[in-house]
């Protein structure tokens, strides 16, 4: 089926790579979102573009304190160069503003805080028009280390937390999608961030977004080699990779809300201010461990084959890509012609 067929998912690029791992000392400068946006509207291929984009609530982007008039000018920024708002980043760190969700309650308070900040963000973009759909992200704002000195205690506060945020996300007729990746505390492997999600217990406002570059690492045991799935003797094996997938999707595919397509070479990274995870690598990149066309559909489809059509659009996520290689056309063109074949092989006419 070609991608002419298939209209669904949309395909949309993230901004925050513009900012992610950028702009703190010693790291690159940070890419402002016009030449984010004019790089993936400009991207190409047989006629096919980007749909829109995912975005950060995070200057110097979008301000989280935006008023309404700020909006309605990034409403028609995004929209002139014919693009949709999907999913929104909210800055729930304690250095944006936020604060640990395994905090005490002044931290918590915080982290809630923000989060209502970025669903009142998202409210009014679906109001607007601009924003047809998506969830509001978030992760718990704390790292490993701090929450292995009290898993128990630790999961219970996030816990906690997360069900504060999911009530604020429901009052705004939003969705949270925890982010499954191995440097948040309590989400660093499949089994604890499934141990979150359970806890929540609220699918309706809170899920899981999952990344192939991060959720990889899932079946390694990077950061949780006690949650491993694959054998300490894996080669990359297809009938090994092949069993371990599914068993990570089938536990966390039905709490999945919200979904990266990425390339992932089994290697962390960390940039500027950013700790060390699943590293992003070019859709092209001969190391990449993934099958991105293939592998997406572990995601995409259900235990029996099927397609879902739970994401109305999915998005790349290239974190920390060098500014040199993000401000090369043919970066995006390449993305974009990997998207279309995941949306060839998994997605829907209408």
């Known amino acids: 089926m070609s991608a002419k067929q298939n209209q669904f998912p949309k395909l949309h690029n993230a901004m925050w790579p513009g900012l992610v791992g950028k702009g703190s000392p010693g790291a690159e400068p940070c890419i402002d979102l016009d030449t984010m946006l004019d790089l993936t509207a400009k991207a190409e291929v047989n ?40 999913s929104v980043v909210a800055p729930i760190w304690p250095p944006t503003g936020g604060g640990s969700a395994m905090g005490g309650a002044d931290e918590q308070a915080k982290f809630v805080g923000q989060v209502k900040k970025g669903c009142r963000i998202a409210a009014k973009l679906r109001e607007l028009g601009i924003r047809p759909h998506g ?14 000195k009290d898993p128990k205690g630790s999961t219970k506060a996030i816990v906690k937390t997360f069900k504060e945020a999911a009530k604020v996300a429901k009052g705004h007729g939003e969705r949270l999608a925890a982010e499954g990746e191995i440097c948040w505390g309590g989400m660093h492997s499949w089994k604890y961030m499934l141990q979150l999600l359970e ?88 190391n990449g461990k993934l099958n991105i066309a293939r592998d997406a559909g572990y995601w995409m489809r259900d235990d029996a084959g099927k397609v879902t059509r739970k994401f109305k659009h999915i998005c790349w996520d290239g ?25 060839e092989n998994h997605g829907w006419p209408a």
């Open 47 to 86: 006629g096919t573009r980007f749909d829109g984009v995912d975005i950060f609530l995070f200057d110097p982007h979008v301000n989280i304190d935006s008023s309404d008039d700020d909006l309605k000018r990034l409403a028609d920024k995004i929209a002139s160069r014919n693009l949709v708002v999907g």
């Open 199 to 286: 806890g929540v217990g609220q699918p309706k406002y809170l899920g899981f977004q999952a990344d192939m570059a991060h959720t990889l690492l899932y079946v390694l045991g990077a950061n949780a080699p006690e949650h491993r799935i694959v054998p300490k003797s894996f080669h990359w094996e297809p009938g090994e990779f092949h069993n371990a997938m599914k068993k990570l999707t089938k536990a966390l595919r039905p709490w999945t809300i919200d979904f990266h397509v990425a390339q992932n070479d089994a290697t962390v990274k960390g940039s500027g201010s950013h700790d060390q995870t699943g590293r992003h690598c070019l859709a092209t990149d001969p």
């Open 135 to 148: 969830v509001v992200r978030i992760d718990s704002a704390a790292s490993v280390t701090d929450w292995d």
């Open 319 to 343: 974190c920390m890509f060098p500014n040199d290689v993000m401000m090369n056309q043919q970066t995006w063109n390449d993305i974009l012609a990997a998207m279309i074949q995941v949306r």
